[in-house]
């Protein structure tokens, strides 16, 4: 293959793999906007007490989310050696199902007494109370979600994302109408208010992982990895693999929400208009970013897979390939932004609400940083897929923290409040923050993808 014709092929591939997994991160988000809307027409008391307890729920996730994502590269990687790979990626879904289940013990203790947690923050005790009932039933569906996502960087490993990407919508739905029974209490069902949409959520996890593994036992194609054969069998060198490569991806998600949610906090202090048009602002990148994230995620199956193989040249073109198609995809959506910022705020404001016009003096400043934002923040989001590919997570780990804590927050604050930018000085600091993350990481990527060392098989016995 010519070496033109094997980029467009890379191409190819890294996108037949992304879109269907960027179409299931987005079914994720429209779960929770589900949830958003019905508790909104339930009650504002219910809608706020969701937030605050959601914030938590999302606080807690990081080290269950970092060990769905480091099963991703190990399942990539044994697939790409061919050797007994059926045995090495049965044996790494097993590894990562009791990953995730040892991670979720500690965060149902927390969520259960969430109660606590809160009032300690300083929380409305009435807030505080309906935030625990939603909190409670909802926590039981963070291991199911554990294990689909495990389920689902297996399909990726295996380049057949489609069927987790049909779960996962049809979920959607399920979530919709189990709202509707336990929210409001319809059809002789319980009227639970806040606590239904919480089991609502878990019901749809439930359902989610299930109906994927049924999917995996039922296609003769992905029988033969027999999943569930020998669950009872450890393997610890593998289980401490899982967590050696995910606690740093897990340190890395924990540092880029925990920047964002402080940037909120500090945003408060502008007044609500300037809040508003953060949340507009945030909620546009968070919906933009769902792209790169599956690209990111296609990157780490593809890199993986060619470093199983000892193909240096495929692990190479799969990174750069990745990084390329999201720069290009940010690029188009910051020309968006930047070219009509006045016309999409005005998309998330009611004109009739005297607050809308102050909101519409902010946003689309914001919008327009966003912009820039958005190249960066893709790149680096590729970077970092590729190089949890080569099951380099540590380092990465530590440029978030040099990027977002070390330089992002610090001059967005003497931006935002020395010289009174306000707004749009916390949002330079996020951009410049998120600028040295995106070197720093396709700096390290360049390195890796070029003096590569083709990795030996890391596990051995039968099973």
């Known amino acids: 293959m010519s070496s033109l014709a094997a980029w467009r092929a890379e191409a190819r591939a890294t996108l037949a793999l992304a879109w269907p997994i960027a179409l299931t991160n987005l079914s994720q988000m429209a779960l929770l906007v589900t949830d958003t809307v019905m508790l909104g027409h339930y009650s504002a008391e219910a809608l706020a007490a969701s937030t605050l307890g959601a914030n938590l729920y999302w606080l807690t996730m990081p080290l269950v989310f970092g060990l769905t994502m480091a099963a991703a590269p190990m399942l990539a990687q044994a697939r790409g050696r061919k050797l007994r790979h059926v045995r090495d990626m049965r044996r790494t879904v097993r590894q990562a199902f009791w990953a995730v289940a040892a991670a979720a013990l500690p965060t149902w203790v927390l969520l259960w007494h969430a109660g606590w947690a809160l009032g300690a923050m300083g929380q409305d005790p009435a807030l505080v109370v309906q935030a625990e009932s939603y909190l409670r039933p909802l926590m039981w569906g963070l291991a199911p979600f554990g294990w689909f996502m495990v389920l689902r960087a297996h399909l990726a490993a295996l380049e057949q994302p489609k069927p987790a990407m049909v779960i996962a919508i049809a979920a959607i739905a399920f979530n919709a109408l189990f709202d509707w029974l336990l929210i409001f209490g319809h059809l002789g069902f319980p009227e639970l208010g806040i606590a239904g949409a919480g089991w609502a959520s878990t019901a749809s996890n439930v359902i989610m992982f299930v109906a994927l593994a049924a999917w995996m036992r039922i296609d003769r194609r992905l029988r033969r990895f027999h999943l569930a054969g020998r669950f009872w069998r450890p393997d610890w060198p593998r289980f401490i693999e899982l967590f050696r490569i995910g606690v740093p991806i897990s340190a890395m998600w924990a540092f880029e929400t925990g920047v964002f949610s402080v940037c909120a906090l500090l945003m408060g202090y502008f007044g609500a208009a300037s809040l508003a048009a953060h949340a507009i602002t945030i909620q546009i990148a968070a919906m933009t970013f769902m792209v790169p994230m599956g690209i990111s995620q296609a990157a780490t199956a593809r890199v993986g897979l060619a470093e199983g193989a000892g193909d240096r040249a495929g692990v190479h073109r799969a990174g750069w390939t990745a990084i390329g198609l999201c720069a290009l995809f940010m690029s188009a959506t910051a020309i968006l932004?930047?070219?009509?910022?006045?016309?999409?705020?005005?998309?998330?404001?009611?004109?009739?609400?005297?607050g809308a016009a102050a909101v519409l003096q902010v946003a689309p400043g914001l919008l327009m940083l966003a912009g820039v934002f958005q190249v960066f923040d893709g790149t680096q989001a590729a970077a970092a897929?590729?190089?949890?590919?080569?099951?380099?997570?540590q380092w990465p780990m530590w440029i978030a923290a040099l990027g977002y804590w070390v330089i992002g927050i610090p001059v967005g604050a003497v931006l935002g409040f020395r010289l009174g930018w306000q707004g749009p000085g916390l949002w330079c600091g996020l951009v410049l923050g998120l600028a040295v993350v995106a070197v720093l990481l396709v700096h390290r990527w360049a390195q890796l993808s070029h003096m590569r060392v083709v990795a030996a098989p890391m596990f051995s016995a039968a099973g």
């Open 337 to 354: 932004l930047l070219s009509a910022p006045r016309t999409i705020t005005a998309l998330f404001l009611d004109a009739a609400d005297p």
């Open 385 to 393: 897929g590729s190089l949890r590919g080569l099951k380099d997570t």
